[in-house]
T-cell receptor
């Protein structure tokens, strides 16, 4: 696609429910990143995928968080048993070859009641 | 390990005046440096980057940034600010030896430009 696409743009859920957030990167980009932006906070790295290499999961805050990337393209971030502190904007970005910048999607705003 | 510091939570400037947003970094090797801007309820948009070469980098919307290795800084500047420049600005760094690695972002600086 022309840009990074994320869905849903907004998600309201009840505490304890599971949620899935989807990211469709720019076509041909082999690297995909997930960041979290809490209200009034900076960007917190969660996880990144590069080609067929094992993902860097070092930023996932707990084992309730997981992500997968199917076929080297679309990625899904799953949060199990959501907590109120999970409320944030989840940003996805992709990157192509070389030293270039990350291209970000518009984000998925998650609100846990 | 790499880190970025943006010492100012907010910068206030009058329209037409120069705008500077400060950024310092720490990285074990040589850095790749980036500036992004975020408008309300939007994702991050790329402004400019320093990879190598000229220390003065020019980017989108009239912004520029100067890489200063001795001071480990990469301050963002604009000679004449516009009200439409009001937004949240993020500095980011990546170690040059890890071109696929994650970007480390600063906490962000809110820029408010008043008419």
């Amino acid at each position: 696609g022309a840009g990074v696409s994320q869905s849903p743009s907004n998600k309201v859920t009840e505490k304890g429910k599971d949620v899935e957030l989807r990211c469709d990167p720019i076509s041909g980009h082999t690297a995909l990143y997930w960041y979290r932006q809490s209200l009034g906070q900076g960007l917190e790295f969660l996880i990144y995928f590069q080609g067929n290499s094992a993902p860097d999961k070092s930023g996932l805050p707990s084992d309730r968080f997981s992500a997968e990337r199917t076929g080297g393209s679309v990625s899904t971030l799953t949060i199990q048993r959501t907590q109120q502190e999970d409320s944030a904007v989840y940003l996805c970005a992709s990157k192509g070859e070389g030293t270039g910048e990350l291209f970000f999607g518009e984000g998925s705003r998650l609100t846990v009641l | 390990a790499q880190s970025v510091a943006q010492p100012e939570d907010q910068v206030n400037v009058a329209e037409g005046n120069p705008l500077t947003v400060k950024c310092t970094y720490s990285v074990s090797g040589n850095p790749y440096l980036f500036w992004y801007v975020q408008y309300p309820n939007r994702g991050l948009q790329f402004l400019l980057k320093y990879i190598t070469g000229d220390n003065l980098v020019k980017g989108s919307y009239g912004f520029e940034a100067e890489f200063n290795k001795s001071q480990t800084s990469f301050h963002l500047k604009k000679p004449s600010a516009l009200v439409s420049d009001s937004a949240l600005y993020f500095c980011a760094v990546r170690d040059r030896t890890d071109s696929w690695g994650k970007l480390q972002f600063g906490a962000g600086t809110q820029v408010v430009v008043t008419p």
